[in-house]
Nanobody, 129 residues
Framework: QVQLAESGGGSVQAGGSLRLSCVVS????????MGWFRQAPGKEREGVAG???????KYAESVKGRFTISKGNAKNTQYLEMNDLKPEDTGVYYC???????????????????????WGQGTPVTVSS
């Protein structure tokens, strides 16, 4: 029943910015963990950022100070503001919702294939030098 849709990817030069958006196909009266992971060609999924049910954020060390995750006024939406992009940021970015009680993704940033984790089709980001 849960579906996610990402948008906002594109091609930019190093140092540029992009804003990714995600919409989850449900509203809820309680918050849950949401975030982003990415996957570069030939590499494993890499957690990027998460925001938990209390609004606490966590970022991969590689993106701290450059990326900002936030939730929209509608709590089924989220955004990833990416600044000072680097070529190593290239990859397909996926929005993830962790509907488990623990919301583990928001603490370990591990994008596990798990019955309570949902993500969309991804939006590609390419950063060139």
């Amino acid at each position: 029943q849960v579906q996610l849709a990402e948008s906002g990817g594109g091609s930019v030069q190093a140092g540029g910015s992009l804003r990714l958006s995600c919409v989850v196909s449900k509203y809820t009266y309680s918050n849950y963990c949401m975030g982003w992971f990415r996957q570069a060609p030939g590499k494993e999924r890499e957690g990027v950022a998460g925001i938990d049910s209390e609004g606490v954020t966590k970022y991969a060390e590689s993106v701290k100070g450059r990326f900002t995750i936030s939730k929209g006024n509608a709590k089924n939406t989220q955004y990833l503001e990416m600044n000072d992009l680097k070529p190593e940021d290239t990859g397909v970015y996926y929005c993830v919702a962790d509907l488990s009680a623990a919301g583990a993704f928001c603490y370990n940033l591990i994008p596990r294939q798990y019955q309570y984790n949902y993500w969309g089709q991804g939006t590609p980001v390419t950063v060139s030098s």
